[in-house]
């Protein structure tokens, strides 16, 4: 098979967002939900806090009593009953009466207004107030951070530690989410060695297989490591219709081009595989092949690590996200201004790597080869070049992709 016209990266992102997926979805405990997508959306089942209460330590008081209350004049209250959180009142704030009340605590009936403990003598029986206080001040109504029946995040909500705080606030013990995808990820090239092994004449260590399931698992989807594999079109036909019996999408890296020994195309025919597209006009990673098989897609990215990092970001992070319930998810993309040159002309687009803060991009110094590695630990984006340009200049704006 030789290799297809290359298309662009966006007609590429079309077809893949035509790709059918099958979204499933389980309930688990909301206390173990985090990083999990929401898959539906999240109402308060009851009013939060569920009672007026108290914000701070101190008095619960009828405001109309403690008018004009100062140091020099303080009021006297008859204390009628102690308070603490966890408590319920037993008796009605009347008139020239306070309830000693604590942080959290309900605020008894009658009672209008909290005075903070620090404006008092702090008495037991009989206290004196020193400070007014208004109708309903320091005092927490019910409902007053939610009310029941409010939607509290949305379907498709990634549910951080504040959602999982939110919910188990709401009394929520179990939530609906979407199943988290099974990801193989599969290095090929009769290069590679894994690590652990003495590295032998000619080798390379497998960078890319680590690299891909780190970001698949660092994105919240499980990496299913498989064996890496030599350049054998049958040994990898076989190999990937074994590795797709166990996951729902399959990453490979390397025999993705037109070498003598890329054999990735050659697997697709083997397999009868349809495929989406074989190559893009763009760089890094224009040999890029996707193929279904089984309506699982099987991601056929170059062997450069930076090749294989970049194309994965704009073309298989998107399919992927929405695997995971992130449904019409896209790459952040906004505009920065350079702050240092990129002087090498293209006639193709490229993504290079990238620093970004505060709008203003840096580029990482040295070469930007593709199968260059460790300066992609200084980036947090990709910079999106367009073709046709002879260099582009500091001070000048360029699209961003976020990371």
């Not at 089942?45 to 619960?60: C, E, W």
């Not at 709401?170 to 894994?194: F, N």
Request: net charge negative; glycine share 10%.
């Amino acid at each position: 098979m030789n290799k297809r016209n290359a298309i662009t990266v966006e007609e590429a992102q079309k077809r893949l967002g035509q790709i059918e997926i099958n979204v499933n979805t389980e309930m688990i405990k909301s206390v173990d939900s985090l990083g999990r997508i929401c898959a539906r959306d999240i109402y308060s089942i009851m009013n939060q806090p569920p009672f007026p209460r108290s914000p701070l330590d101190g008095y619960a008081v009828r405001s109309v009593d403690v008018q004009g209350a100062s140091r020099e004049n303080p009021v006297k209250l008859n204390v009628i009953e102690r308070v603490c959180a966890g408590m319920c009142p037993q008796k009605e704030v009347g008139p020239k009466e306070a309830v000693r009340i604590m942080t959290g605590a309900p605020i008894p009936e009658g009672a209008d207004g909290i005075i903070m403990q620090e404006q008092t003598d702090e008495g037991d029986q009989v206290v004196e107030i020193y400070q007014p206080v208004k109708a309903y001040g320091n005092y927490c109504f019910q409902g007053e951070d939610v009310e029941k029946g409010v939607l509290l995040f949305e379907k498709g909500t990634q549910i951080r530690h504040m959602h999982v705080g939110i919910m188990a606030s709401q009394g929520i013990e179990d939530v609906q989410v979407y199943s988290v995808p099974r990801i193989g990820v599969m290095a090929t090239g009769d290069e590679l060695m894994p690590v652990g092994c003495a590295l032998m004449p000619g080798k390379i260590y497998d960078s890319n297989g680590p690299l891909l399931s780190a970001r698949v698992m660092e994105l919240g989807m499980e990496a299913v490591r498989m064996d890496s594999f030599g350049d054998d079109t049958e040994r990898l036909a076989d190999a990937v219709m074994e590795s797709l019996g166990q996951c729902d999408a399959l990453i490979t890296s390397g025999g993705v081009s037109v070498g003598v020994r890329d054999c990735m195309p050659l697997v697709a025919e083997h397999l009868g595989a349809e495929v989406l597209f074989h190559g893009i006009d763009a760089k890094p990673g224009s040999p890029i092949m996707v193929m279904l098989i089984g309506n699982k897609p099987v991601f056929c990215l170059s062997g450069n690590p930076f090749a294989a990092a970049a194309t994965f970001e704009v073309l298989v992070r998107p399919v992927l996200e929405v695997m995971r319930g992130r449904l019409g998810w896209r790459p952040g993309r906004i505009q920065g201004i350079l702050e240092t040159a990129f002087p090498k002309p293209s006639s193709t687009r490229r993504f290079i790597r990238g620093r970004m803060d505060n709008g203003k991009v840096w580029l990482p110094e040295g070469r930007h080869s593709s199968g260059m590695l460790v300066s992609l630990s200084q980036c947090n984006c990709l910079v999106d070049i367009p073709a046709g340009n002879g260099g582009m200049k500091a001070g000048e704006a360029v699209d961003v992709i976020l990371l």
